[in-house]
């Protein structure tokens, strides 16, 4: 937004072209306040519009006329609007005034009045996204760049209102000193007929059941945006064009979940609590709530709720005692884009959002619990063994069967085994490198598929038996459907492990540059597909679930992409010790000179730069991207962290393994 557009006045910012400085000055020491005046305050975008309906409506006992008939900013009037307080100085009492003002701007008559302040306020990230929204149709105002953007912004105060925190603070920091009623749009939301009483019981105004049920029923989101005289749809486009953005938009709480990453929130988390560190307030969306079921549904036994498509094949039942129809796909898909996708091959969706339990009338233990259904058609890019989607190009079910019952096993085999994108390419470089004792020859001319081969594809059959010992391995396979020989032998796997949500990531760019696999539409689908298990080599949960049962079976040693990122040498020497290799100073040095990112990025024989284009093609990626740790929080919302947080608290809560990224 331009700083032409703001006028700034003892760090209140409003729009220079209806605020001037003389108006402000005379408000806060001019202007006389009546005992029994009301005053509406907010910082801009927190529900300021709302309580203008809902105070005209219990003004006028729950009647509709004036609300109908008469602009809201008629009936309720802006205090510092350039020259307003000559209008509002002939108004009748008792007035019912709207101001953004901050507490030290406020008519310094208020504090030695009886006249009442209702002071809503609302979850900041909400307003934030708010403000993103009102500068697109707000045609006094610069449109604000991007959400990402305009954080900065907002944390040191430099938007409309100036600073969430200072005008919060201030108004907060007189509450025992003045006639002032907070309330936050939140509540407005969780219980609007019972915020119209607290507020009339504030103003001393009795209303029967009739009123109030017609000034809840006429202050929805759905009245109030199909009210001409609320939805500022009135007003001259150049003022506000609501075909650019909606006024009342949505007018729903979180949605700052759809546009925060997890980065941005933990940016403003920690600014947020430094912020308000001394303010002796509990904000009802700082307070603890059982995400997802925060509307008293309890939570199924499966973790998730199912919801029917009419694709379903009849493999499901809905349980007993389930209460009124389960809405179809189709009247859902529009509001919840982000977990349903119509038509996919799996036939059902998962869900971890509480309002689809209002939506279907059903209590959470009641809603219908499909079966996982199997595959009802695979892509020219997969075939489905043993439940699991494999690429066609480089695999068959013959040499997936091979390896599981004929493959032998030897006592001295070394196994590199991950899912997917979890630091498999790292691990093979660290393996060439550490069995030959830091010397760089192989690594530096050799591809690493040959100098540690995938066990699982169709070329390794005749392949891996003229390999010379110790074989050096590599694999993506399950435990189940490792080979079985290796069950009774003494050979090692070193099973590396990643973040979940780094892997979904990473993944996802590897399906965007792998031509062999299905390209993902976006992210918010693909990550649908990774909680589903409905990607290259199925579920992660299952995969890592599949070998942490076996640890006390086998020769195994966990080792995580974190812990190789934070110390790479000890964790060489920690393998070494695992698999008995001795290596001096020298060769350890080598070790980790040549397994760093950047080495390995410039390595042709590591990078995959020899795979031809028609395979992987380096124009829509580069296999060694960022190497990182942390990066998902650039890619999920906070709605998508929370929603993977609950998933993976529920498919991991029977492994005694704490992770490195779960540790505090």
């Not at 001037?20 to 005046?37: A, G, K, L, S």
């Not at 013959?398 to 006592?411: A, G």
């Not at 598929?449 to 070329?459: C, G």
Request: net charge negative.
């Amino acid at each position: 937004m331009s700083s032409s557009n703001f006028l700034k006045y003892r760090g209140f910012l409003m729009v220079s072209k209806y605020y001037d400085i003389d108006t402000f000055e005379y408000v806060c020491n001019e202007f006389q306040v009546r005992d029994q005046d009301v005053f509406s305050i907010t910082y801009p975008k927190s529900g300021s519009t709302w309580m203008q309906e809902i105070l005209t409506l219990i003004q006028n006992d729950g009647d509709t006329t004036i609300s109908q008939t008469v602009p809201i900013w008629e009936r309720m009037p802006w205090l510092e609007l350039s020259l307003a307080y000559k209008h509002l100085e002939s108004l009748p009492s008792p007035r019912f005034i709207t101001s953004h003002l901050p507490v030290h701007l406020f008519p310094k008559s208020f504090f030695t009045s009886k006249a009442k302040v209702i002071y809503t306020v609302r979850n900041p990230r909400d307003v934030l996204v708010s403000l993103h929204y009102f500068s697109k149709a707000a045609g006094f105002l610069d449109e604000l760049e991007n959400i990402e953007e305009l954080l900065p912004k907002f944390l040191r105060g430099e938007v409309l209102g100036g600073s969430w925190f200072d005008h919060v603070r201030g108004w907060l920091g007189v509450k025992d000193q003045v006639n002032l009623l907070i309330v936050t749009y939140e509540e407005l939301l969780q219980d609007l007929r019972g915020s119209v009483v607290r507020i009339c019981n504030f103003l001393g105004k009795e209303l029967n059941e009739a009123a109030i049920d017609s000034v809840v029923e006429n202050t929805t989101l759905k009245s109030m945006k199909d009210n001409k005289m609320s939805n500022y749809s009135t007003l001259d486009k150049e003022i506000m064009d609501t075909q650019k953005s909606p006024f009342i938009r949505k007018g729903i709480s979180g949605d700052w979940k759809n546009h925060f990453n997890p980065a941005m929130s933990e940016t403003f988390d920690a600014a947020y609590k430094e912020a308000i560190k001394d303010i002796n307030f509990k904000f009802v969306w700082d307070q603890s709530k059982a995400f997802p079921f925060e509307n008293g549904f309890s939570s199924a036994a499966s973790g998730g709720l199912f919801c029917i498509t009419e694709n379903t094949e009849e493999r499901g039942n809905a349980s007993r005692g389930t209460k009124g129809p389960v809405k179809w796909v189709r009247e859902l898909e529009g509001r919840y884009c982000r977990q349903l996708r119509p038509g996919h091959w799996r036939g059902h969706f998962s869900f971890c959002v509480a309002s689809v339990v209002l939506e279907s009338g059903a209590s959470a233990r009641t809603l219908p619990s499909c079966q996982s259904l199997s595959m009802a058609k695979v892509s020219e890019q997969y075939f489905l063994h043993e439940g699991i989607p494999f690429p066609t190009i480089v695999h068959n079910e013959e040499s997936l069967n091979f390896i599981r019952n004929e493959f032998q096993v030897h006592d001295d085999d070394v196994y590199n085994v991950t899912y997917p994108k979890s630091g498999t390419t790292w691990m093979q470089e660290l393996l060439t490198l550490m069995n030959s004792k830091g010397n760089v020859t192989h690594s530096h001319s050799i591809p690493n598929w040959e100098r540690v081969p995938w066990i699982e594809q169709v070329s390794a059959q005749k392949f891996l038996q003229n390999l010379a010992p110790p074989r050096i391995m590599t694999s993506h396979l399950p435990a189940q459907l490792f080979p079985k020989s290796f069950f009774k032998s003494k050979a090692k796997v070193i099973y590396t492990m990643r973040h979940p949500k780094d892997v979904c990531v990473s993944l996802y760019h590897y399906c965007l540059m792998a031509v062999f696999l299905e390209n993902p539409q976006d992210f918010d689908t693909f990550l649908s597909s990774f909680l589903e298990g409905d990607v290259l080599m199925g579920s992660w949960f299952d995969h890592v679930q599949s070998w942490m049962r076996v640890k006390d079976r086998v020769n195994i040693l966990f080792q995580t992409y974190e812990e190789l990122l934070q110390d790479l040498r000890g964790s060489v020497v920690k393998m070494c010790n695992f698999l008995g290799w001795e290596l001096d100073e020298a060769a350890i040095d080598s070790v980790v000179e040549n397994a760093n990112f950047e080495t390995m990025k410039d390595n042709k024989m590591t990078n995959y730069s020899l795979v031809p284009s028609d395979i992987l093609d380096p124009k829509k990626g580069s296999f060694f991207r960022k190497g990182i740790s942390g990066d998902w929080k650039n890619h999920f919302t906070q709605a998508q962290s929370e929603c993977f947080d609950q998933i993976y608290q529920e498919k991991m809560k029977d492994l005694e393994a704490i992770f490195t990224w779960d540790q505090p």
